[in-house]
């Protein structure tokens, strides 16, 4: 039984760890395409920063269900009888 929450508390840790360093490489690969982008076309920065933003805001959405998860399986354990 102690094995079993064990292995629960090391998804949890994965699946926030891997989240996060998944989302912070998602939003930097996109703030440096941002300012690309924006170095190339000036005009187009308000537009291009606006939708950044709204997918900055979708990654994260991402990261944080996935520690919604994690939270599930650490105290509300489905695994456990």
Known sequence: MENVLGL????????????AVGASIG???MGGKF???SARQPE????????MFILAGLIDAAFLIGVAVALLFAFA????I
């Open 8 to 19: 629960v508390a090391l998804a949890c840790g994965l699946i926030v760890a891997l989240g």
């Open 27 to 29: 939003i930097a690969i």
């Open 35 to 37: 300012l690309e982008s």
């Open 44 to 51: 187009l920065m308000n537009d291009l920063q606006t939708k």
């Open 77 to 80: 354990n489905p695994f456990v």
